[in-house]
């Protein structure tokens, strides 16, 4: 039986639907220093989970500090 685990690294179709953004806007963002930087995997743009967690933290954190 599988269990289901948590991924440790997102590539960016996964970071697309997590951060609700395309991949134009987010490789702006992170050009701008807006949004972590990703890495490659061979030819792939990835980003570790806890990474993209923390960022989407934060975010969130200065969004309701806004309000």
Known sequence: ??????????FIKDVEVIANMNRQT???KWKRKEFPEPTLLG?????????????????????????
Not at 1 to 6: D, F, Y
Not at 56 to 66: L, P
């Open 26 to 28: 987010l490789r702006r």
């Open 43 to 67: 030819a792939r743009l990835a980003w570790s989970a806890e990474t993209i967690h923390q960022w989407i933290e934060q975010n969130v954190r200065g969004i309701q500090n806004d309000k």
């Open 1 to 10: 039986m599988k269990t289901h685990q948590n991924p440790k690294i997102y």
